[in-house]
């Protein structure tokens, strides 16, 4: 399973004994950035809270289908659905409206009554608007329309109404998104048509699908719903008004006045999507955004902190050393002023009294000198001349990743200086270099102590056998 593991993270080395070196420069950054975080989750809150909820995505379809494809779409009740419908007509005379004419269901060969509701699925629909002839010649028919002429009407003409299922798209409706009701006096889509009486119209409606999916959470089924509109029409017409006989069985002769019928192309509908923003969703949201902010914030202190650190370690290492040399300079002045205390003494004390006096002294220099030691300093003790590093302000950290314009400036050479001996000492090939020689200068070297060639012996591996 081990090569598996693509998880785990390489080592790290550790800076000055701390897993990173902490700056203020760092921490006034990630100040900046809480409040930044923290201003943008309460402007996602403010903006939930008042805006829409639901995601809404539309699309026109435009298929092509083969005859099969299309036959078993129109089985289906998404593509053809079944509306419920009120027809009327009337003819306006003398003031008044009459009705003359009368509404047939072609496709199921019954009348319909005028104002009642029926339904039928949009492809069924075939509807013939008819008038009853007195005689077979129809010749009442043609003294209505010389009745009208008279009544100053320059185009006879009749009314046709129309009423269907209506409907409201409320896409941030927590319920659903298509409302209908079963009050059609409430929710009806209406039309009016004026038709002429001297002529057979047939109009075609255009009928137009909408198809609408709802994406639910997690282990949660999608819903689905459907309606549609007229959308259009078209429209033809004959000169005169054709004579019918819708029963061969009888002998009652009909003028057919018009014709209504729809194209239902459910190969081109409109689908909508939509998809609730929860509460996860702007939390991850806002998760995201939050680590896209924290990468360019870290991508910004690179720049600094690489030269930052560097420079530090070097300061830490000039500083402790310029310490220490103060330390034993200190302490060489203390041996020579004890020493001349001791041999001013009166001859008559005893020579053991001195001898204690002098071992003391040496403890406590022997001690000072271990105290520092450690510090991790264990550098030349004999060094005199070295120097404290000064200050640098955090901007020249900055200014240094363009060191090649700033070059005449002295902390740029300082900085740059530092970065040279980091990337020199501390690289991976002149590490494994240098243990390699060391290694290869213990196998040759005669050990004094034996015991000093067990690493048990460390002092901090004795304290770890004690947990043990």
Known sequence: ?????????????????????????????????????????????????????????????????????????????????????????????????????????????????????????????????????????????????????????????????????????????????????????????????LLNLNKTTNITYNWKNILYTEKKGYFQKDSNDSCGYIDSYNSYYYDIPLRIRLNETEDKKYLLLSEFTFNNDNTQYIEYFRKRVSELDLLANFLSLMVNIFTGVKFVFSFYSTNFDNFK????????????????????????????????????????????????????????????EDDDCSDDKSSTDSKRIKKLHFFDFFLNNIYCCLKNKKSQKIIHKCNQIVEKYASIDILIKNQILIENFLKDYKWNDPDLNNVENNKLFKKLKAYL
Request: aromatic share 16%; with cysteine.
């Open 313 to 372: 370690i070097i300061e830490k290492i000039l500083n402790r050393q310029a310490k220490k040399n103060y330390k034993i300079n200190n302490n060489i002045d203390i041996e020579d002023s004890l020493n001349k205390k001791f041999f001013s003494i009166n001859d008559d004390l005893n020579e053991v009294n001195i001898q204690k006096d002098i071992e003391k002294t040496e403890n406590n220099n022997d001690s000072d000198f271990h105290e520092f």
């Open 1 to 193: 399973m081990h090569p598996l593991d693509i998880i785990s993270n390489s080592p790290n080395l550790y800076i000055l004994r701390k897993e990173s070196n902490k700056t203020n420069f760092g921490g006034f950054l990630f100040l900046i950035y809480l409040i930044i975080i923290i201003t943008i989750f309460v402007y996602y809150i403010i903006d939930y809270t008042k805006n829409d909820k639901y995601i809404i995505q539309s699309f026109n379809h435009y298929n092509i289908k083969t005859k099969e494809e299309k036959e078993e779409r129109n089985k289906n009740d998404f593509y053809n659905p079944t509306i419920n419908f009120t027809l009327s007509t009337s003819v306006y005379f003398d003031g008044y409206f009459f009705n003359l004419l009368q509404i047939y269901d072609n496709k199921k060969e019954k009348f319909i009554e005028k104002g009642s509701k029926f339904s039928t699925k949009i492809n069924d629909f075939d509807i013939i608007i008819i008038y009853e002839c007195n005689n077979l010649n129809c010749s009442d028919y043609l003294e209505l329309l010389e009745h009208l002429r008279d009544d100053e009407f320059d185009i006879p003409s009749y009314y046709l109404y129309i009423a269907y299922d209506g409907f409201t798209l409320d896409h941030q409706n927590e319920n659903k998104p298509i409302i209908k009701t079963e009050d059609n006096n409430k929710m009806l889509f209406r039309r009016f048509e």
